[in-house]
Nanobody, 120 residues
Framework: QVQLVESGGGLVQPGGSLRLSCVAS????????MGWYRQAPGKERDLVAF???????SYSDSVKGRFTISRDNAKNTAYLQMNSLKPEDMAVYYC??????????????WGQGTQVTVSS
């Protein structure tokens, strides 16, 4: 019933920028939590940033001051603006959404992931 489509990943040099998008679609009544995780090869999946239905935002220490999460509630879309990218930011980035379906049931769902490569 729910589909998350991620886009915006790619190859950038250290110090460069990328903007990721996550569009949620389906029989969605509301979204109360949208966040971005990332997973590098051989490492655990870590939470990078999230935003709530009341526009509360939070960031991991490793990206504070460099990344910005935002959302468009009307389009059920979350964005992650990534500036001053470092090689250690290289990973597959996953969008995760939690909310309520039109049926009244709660849901949570993962996006397909988008690759971010930071290299000279």
């Amino acid at each position: 019933q729910v589909q998350l489509v991620e886009s915006g990943g790619g190859l950038v040099q250290p110090g460069g920028s990328l903007r990721l998008s996550c569009v949620a679609s389906g029989s969605i009544s509301s979204i109360d939590w949208m966040g971005w995780y990332r997973q590098a090869p051989g490492k655990e999946r870590d939470l990078v940033a999230f935003t709530t239905g009341r526009s509360i935002t939070s960031y991991s220490d490793s990206v504070k001051g460099r990344f910005t999460i935002s959302r468009d509630n009307a389009k059920n879309t979350a964005y992650l603006q990534m500036n001053s990218l470092k090689p250690e930011d290289m990973a597959v980035y996953y969008c995760y959404v939690r909310g309520i379906l039109n049926s009244g049931s709660r849901f949570d769902y993962w996006g397909q992931g988008t690759q971010v490569t930071v290299s000279s």
